[in-house]
T-cell receptor, first 114, second 115 residues
Framework: AQSVTQPDIHITVSEGASLELRCNYS??????LFWYVQSPGQGLQLLLK??????LVQGIKGFEAEFKRSQSSFNLRKPSVHWSDAAEYFCAVGRDFGNEKLTFGTGTRLTIIP | GAGVSQSPSNKVTEKGKDVELRCDPI?????LYWYRQSLGQGLEFLIYFQGNSAPDKSGLPSDRFSAERTGGSVSTLTIQRTQQEDSAVYLCASSLEAGGQETQYFGPGTRLLVL
């Protein structure tokens, strides 16, 4: 069965600093990979997704993620965070011939300090 | 256009009562999903509907949980004889169709508290 691990429960970053959120997946075939963001009281919003092709994926709000098959990772990065990036971030994996039944990680809560 | 909407936004109920949670997907989306977000459990898949096909119920935690989708649009998730462990945020999502590379768009969720 597929699984997703987000090893960092909570990360604190200074505004303007760079950010990297870790995501490791377990899946036998080529995965479909997603990063979602959830702001307080809001639903999940898709930041970016990877299905195939270029392993560096650009998303909204200045985020990017890199798929590394050898490390089974799909880490999310942003070169300079803004206070509005404070939220919870979820990595998810979907099946190789569909993305129904997304399997989510437990999330990483991001706090931004001035 | 309008996104996925869910109602109610909050629901408080007593243990043993039945509750119904509603989801209105994005117009034209044929696939609809229910997830549960619990403290310490993350997001769990519950059920999904694709068009007129039989739903995939493999994520439902017990037979107290059921869902239906009327006319291929609105869906209702019903929890019978609620238990305190059912307290969670229930999220609905929709996509143009299931599978492929379709993005799931999520609603704001219904926060359920069972006393």
């Amino acid at each position: 069965a597929q699984s997703v691990t987000q090893p960092d429960i909570h990360i604190t970053v200074s505004e303007g600093a760079s950010l990297e959120l870790r995501c490791n997946y377990s899946y036998g075939a080529t995965p479909y990979l997603f990063w979602y963001v959830q702001s307080p009281g809001q639903g999940l919003q898709l930041l970016l997704k990877y299905f195939s092709g270029d392993t560096l994926v650009q998303g909204i709000k200045g985020f990017e993620a890199e798929f590394k098959r050898s490390q089974s990772s799909f880490n999310l990065r942003k070169p300079s965070v803004h206070w509005s990036d404070a939220a919870e971030y979820f990595c998810a994996v979907g099946r190789d011939f569909g993305n129904e039944k997304l399997t989510f990680g437990t999330g990483t809560r991001l706090t931004i300090i001035p | 256009g309008a996104g996925v909407s869910q109602s109610p936004s909050n629901k408080v109920t007593e243990k043993g009562k039945d509750v119904e949670l509603r989801c209105d997907p994005i117009s034209g989306h044929t696939a609809l999903y229910w997830y549960r977000q619990s403290l310490g459990q993350g997001l769990e898949f519950l059920i999904y509907f694709q068009g007129n096909s039989a739903p995939d119920k493999s994520g439902l935690p017990s037979d107290r949980f059921s869902a239906e989708r009327t006319g291929g649009s609105v869906s209702t998730l019903t929890i019978q004889r609620t238990q305190q462990e059912d307290s969670a945020v229930y999220l609905c999502a929709s996509s143009l169709e299931a599978g492929g590379q379709e993005t799931q768009y999520f609603g704001p969720g219904t926060r359920l508290l069972v006393l």
